[in-house]
C-alpha cells in the first residue's frame, strides 16, 4: 500500500518568513495530493489540493508543488501570519472517482513566532 | 465543499459496551464516506470505506467484527464500536468524498472508554 512520509514534525519560524513542508510518497498510481490544516480539537480542512498532471498551484500565500517523478510534493506557505499557527499534513490517494480513502503524512507541527 | 457533521460530538461509556457514531452529509448525495482514527497528536489513520447499500472496506488491522459499519443512505453512515476497551479511545473522524476524490471531514467525535 502507500506510505507517505512527511518532514519536518515542527517547524519553527518567525511571522512574515516563509515555511516549507515536505512529503514524499511511495505508490506512483498516487495522483491526488491534497494538505490539511488542523488545528487542536478540530477537524482537518482541506487549504489546497494537486492533481498528478499538475506540477504547481497556487493559491494567494499557499502553494504547492509536485514532482511525480521523485514521487515528493511539498507545501509553501509565505508571509506567514500567527494564525497559520497549527498542524498541517499531507496525503495521497489514487483519487479516480472518489473511491479511494487517504493515507496521512505523521504532520508537521508549524509554529510561527511574533 | 461539502458539509459533514457527525453526532455524538463526546462519548464516555465504560469498558464493554458499544458506541454507535453518525456521520451525516447534509448538502451532498454520498456513495462513499469514509471512517479515519486518530490517536492524540498522531496522524489520521483510515479504517474503512462506507458503501451505499453494500458492505464496507476494511483496511488491514482494522477488524470488521468490532467496528461495524452502516451505509444505508446517500446521506448517513455509523460506525459502531463494538465491546469498546480503553485503547478504543480516540478521535473518529468520517469524510465524504466529492467527484474527483477531494474529501471534507466531519468535526469527529472523542471517544472515552473507562
Known amino acids: 500500500g502507500e506510505n507517505v512520509e512527511q518532514h519536518p514534525s515542527t517547524l519553527s519560524v518567525q511571522e512574515g518568513d516563509s515555511a516549507v513542508i515536505k512529503c514524499t510518497y511511495s505508490d506512483s498510481a498516487s495522483n491526488y495530493f491534497p494538505w490539511y490544516k488542523q488545528e487542536l480539537g478540530k477537524r482537518p480542512q482541506l487549504i489546497i489540493d494537486?492533481?498528478?498532471?499538475?506540477g504547481e498551484k497556487k493559491d494567494q500565500r499557499i502553494a504547492v508543488t509536485l514532482n511525480k517523478t521523485a514521487k515528493h510534493f511539498s507545501l509553501h506557505i509565505t508571509e506567514t501570519q500567527p494564525e497559520d499557527s497549527a498542524v498541517y499534513f499531507c496525503?495521497?490517494?489514487?483519487?479516480?472517482?472518489?473511491?479511494?480513502?487517504?493515507?496521512f503524512g505523521k504532520g508537521t507541527h508549524l509554529i510561527i513566532q511574533p | 465543499g461539502a458539509v459533514v457533521s457527525q453526532h455524538p460530538s463526546r462519548v464516555i461509556c465504560k469498558s464493554g459496551t458499544s458506541v454507535k457514531i453518525e456521520c451525516r452529509s447534509l448538502?451532498?448525495?454520498?456513495?462513499?464516506m469514509f471512517w479515519y482514527r486518530q490517536f492524540p497528536k498522531q496522524s489520521l489513520m483510515l479504517m474503512a470505506t462506507s458503501n451505499e447499500g453494500s458492505k464496507a472496506t476494511y483496511e488491514q488491522g482494522v477488524e470488521k467484527d468490532k467496528f461495524l459499519i452502516n451505509h444505508a443512505s446517500l446521506t448517513l453512515s455509523t460506525l459502531t464500536v463494538t465491546s469498546a476497551h480503553p485503547e478504543d479511545s480516540s478521535f473518529y473522524i468520517c469524510?465524504?468524498?466529492?467527484?474527483?476524490?477531494?474529501?471534507?471531514f466531519g468535526p469527529g467525535t472523542r471517544l472515552t472508554v473507562l
Open positions: 494537486i492533481r498528478s498532471n499538475v
Open positions: 496525503a495521497a490517494s489514487e483519487a479516480g472517482g472518489g473511491a479511494d480513502g487517504l493515507t
Open positions: 448538502d451532498f448525495q454520498a456513495t462513499t
Open positions: 469524510s465524504v468524498s466529492s467527484f474527483g476524490g477531494t474529501q471534507y
